[in-house]
């Protein structure tokens, strides 16, 4: 699986959009963006994934750039519920592949 | 619905002691992978278990093994347990349908301390 690029650490401001950038410049194609976060003391949550289509859900929106060497994670209104260790996570399609490969994220504290 | 359960939440053991730790999945999903959780630093992989085959292995020595009931739950075993050994485990389910592109579920992980 390629290798993704984090910052270490965000802040960002109650109620405004939280953009979280992540780098994967070696990435197949076939290979998916995940994101999950990890709250303290939690398992980690699945967020969003994404082949090459921005997508959209309930949670969050993915950017991914047309050469899809990066990509950003956006929360539109950030809380404090928020704040959580975002991974991002670059991972094959192969049939019956499920192992996910954690870099070291990024802490994202939102600030009241 | 209930999702992935850990038991124990936490454990202490000595060096040299053995540990098992259990998992439940959500229901209906047949396969379960293990993560080791150091303080500070990301899940790793330890291995997948479907239709109680191991599917994949990380990168860990042989003291560590697993298995998987025909209820889809499974035990992950650590023999001769060392000081390095104390972290998080999680265990994770999803569907298997093979898809390629399922998410995890996580449970909220067992905390061992090994002393």
């Known amino acids: 699986d390629a290798k993704t690029t984090q910052p270490p650490s965000m802040d ?11 780098n994967h410049s ?53 809380t404090l519920r928020d704040t959580a260790v975002y991974y991002c996570i670059v991972r094959a399609s192969n049939f019956g592949n499920e192992k996910l490969t954690f870099g070291t994220g990024t802490r994202l504290t939102i600030i009241p | 619905d209930a999702g992935v359960t850990q038991s124990p939440t936490h454990l202490i053991k000595t060096r040299g002691q053995h540990v098992t730790l259990r998992c439940s999945p959500i229901s209906g999903h ?23 085959e191991e599917r994949g ?13 025909p209820n889809y739950s499974s035990e992950l075993n650590v023999n001769a347990l060392l000081l390095g050994d104390s972290a998080l485990y999680l265990c994770a389910s ?11 579920f996580f449970g909220s992980g067992t905390q061992l301390s090994v002393l």
């Open chain 1, 26 to 78: 070696t990435i197949s194609g076939n290979e998916y963006v995940y994101w999950y976060r990890q709250i303290h003391s939690q398992g980690p949550q699945y967020i969003i994934h994404g082949l090459k289509n921005n997508e959209t859900n309930e949670m969050a929106s993915l950017i991914i750039t047309e050469d899809r060497k990066s990509s950003t994670l956006i929360l539109p209104h950030a």
């Open chain 2, 57 to 69: 292995r990380g990168n860990f020595p042989d003291r560590f093994s697993a298995r998987q009931f």
């Open chain 2, 30 to 52: 047949k396969s379960v992978s293990w993560y080791q959780q150091v303080l500070g630093q990301g899940p790793q992989f330890i291995f997948q278990y479907y239709e109680k």
């Open chain 1, 12 to 22: 960002c401001a109650e109620g405004r959009a939280a953009n979280l950038p992540c």
């Open chain 2, 94 to 104: 999803s569907p298997g349908t093979g898809q390629g592109y399922e998410k995890l």
